[in-house]
């Protein structure tokens, strides 16, 4: 069959590179892919807010299905849009992507549902929000609600951190602000939790431990994601059995009642304290770059999983994962995620080849005349499955030595919460 999959990322390479290897599959486009896309699949140049040229272009080239990778189109109802017009989409709909699209939406379902979380208020200015901080214990946290490429989100160590942040979401740094979110801190360990759903019933999708901070010893800004580890050394089943029966079961009974249409991965972005889980966010899609880490593990032929998955016959898969620990180390460009050099050339690229274990996936990279470039902040993912976590994390460290990129930066200690303790 043909398939096409939405987005540039390293997650999308990551899900080229497991459908290529499927035996259903006859061609794979990717809209607008990257530098390494770009040699599994034909990439689309074509603007992922143009849906009625993406629903033209998957019409033409008979495709079969349509994965959509990031959050910006699925929250803008690219499902509804391309369902309308009789394609198959492996995504969730415009209304369930709501957990996403809006953080207050979610914050109700907690409260309407008894979902644990971190205790919330709402407010319509910035007169009421700054009355509300005068009388609270710090650090707090501030939210805009929409989407905002993972810098909505202010943790406030005193008032007049709190009062920057208000002041900022409210001046519209983030679009149009009608309501603003402040939520208690909470303190624990983070984890990502991922399920599928096909709208009928759903299965775990092993679990990751993301890496935010630009620095060793998770210092300095917030990232999209420096690197992750998977699976995730906090879960046991006991922990599990609350994920489920307190936070996933409540909110996919919530989307049902109310008529949402959810096929497609659920990300559950959570605190873990004393073995108890809290709600931090919703994603309605895979991780960036927790989908790296963990697609390599799965056994299965992953396009029969998403066949299943979007026929509603997702009860008939069993998931079948490696029993081998998986590591991503992210390069990045220097200076990311601030100022960063674009269009660097990365020599070396072509020559190096990674064992069995291992994969490259691009990210912020092009291919112009059979040399590949950097475009964006995350550049490449260097993914290795082994016995151990140590193991996995020196061998990926090796191979970006031998890249040896001038521009590139990364994190050595990936994982260092189990690995060096
Ligand atoms: P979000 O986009 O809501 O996931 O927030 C981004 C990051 O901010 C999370 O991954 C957490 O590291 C942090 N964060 C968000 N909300 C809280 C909270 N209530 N307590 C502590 N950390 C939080
Ligand atoms: N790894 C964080 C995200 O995908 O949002």
Redesign the pocket.
């Known amino acids: 069959m043909k398939i096409a999959i939405i987005g540039s990322g390293g997650r999308e390479h990551a899900i080229c590179q497991k459908i290529y290897h499927s035996k259903k599959v006859s061609k794979i486009f990717c809209i607008p892919g990257n530098g390494g896309t770009n040699k599994i699949c034909k990439n689309v140049e074509i603007n992922l807010k143009n849906f009625e040229e993406i629903k033209n272009f998957l019409k033409k080239e008979k495709v079969e299905l349509t994965i959509i990778g990031p959050e910006e189109p699925l929250v803008n109802g690219i499902v509804d849009y391309l369902n309308l017009n009789e394609l198959k989409v492996f995504g969730p709909d415009k209304f369930c992507s709501k957990l996403e699209g809006s953080?207050i939406f979610t914050k109700k379902i907690c409260e309407l549902k008894n979902i644990p979380t971190?205790n919330f208020k709402i407010f319509k200015n910035v007169d009421s929000s700054l009355s509300y901080l005068k009388e609270k214990i710090y650090p707090l946290?501030v939210?805009a609600d929409g989407l905002a490429a993972?810098k909505g989100?202010y943790?406030c160590e005193n008032f007049l951190d709190a009062k920057k942040a208000v002041e900022e979401i409210f001046d519209g740094k983030f679009g149009k602000a009608k309501e603003i979110l402040i939520?208690?801190?909470?303190d624990g360990e983070?984890m990502s939790f991922f399920i599928l759903s096909d709208n009928k019933s759903y299965k775990i999708f092993n679990t990751a431990q993301d890496h935010?901070r630009v620095f060793d010893g998770d210092k300095g800004k917030n990232t999209g994601g420096m690197g992750a580890y998977s699976p995730s050394n906090l879960l046991n089943d006991e922990l599990e059995k609350k994920i489920i029966n307190k936070i996933i079961l409540p909110t996919l009974n919530f989307l049902k009642e109310n008529n949402g249409k959810y096929i497609g991965f659920l990300y559950a972005?959570l605190?873990i304290k004393n073995n108890e889980p809290y709600l931090?966010?919703y994603n309605v899609r895979m991780g960036d770059p927790e989908c790296q880490t963990i697609l390599p593990l799965l056994n299965n032929d992953f396009v029969e999983v998403l066949e299943n998955c979007v026929n509603g016959n997702l009860e008939n898969i069993k998931l079948h994962w490696k029993n081998k620990k998986s590591i991503c180390v992210v390069l990045t460009s220097k200076g990311y995620p601030q100022e960063f050099k674009k269009n660097v050339l990365i020599n070396n690229l072509e020559n190096i080849t990674n064992k069995e274990n291992q994969y490259i996936f691009h990210a912020g990279t092009k291919l112009v005349d059979k040399k590949f470039y950097s475009t964006g902040g995350r550049v490449l993912n260097f993914v290795t499955m082994a016995e151990s976590l140590k193991q996995a994390r020196n061998e990926s460290i090796e191979l970006i030595k031998v890249l040896n990129w001038e521009n590139g930066h990364y994190r050595r200690d990936i994982g260092h919460k189990i690995i060096d303790k």
């Open positions: 953080k971190a946290v939210k993972g989100v943790i939520e208690d801190f909470l983070e935010k972005g605190m931090v966010e």
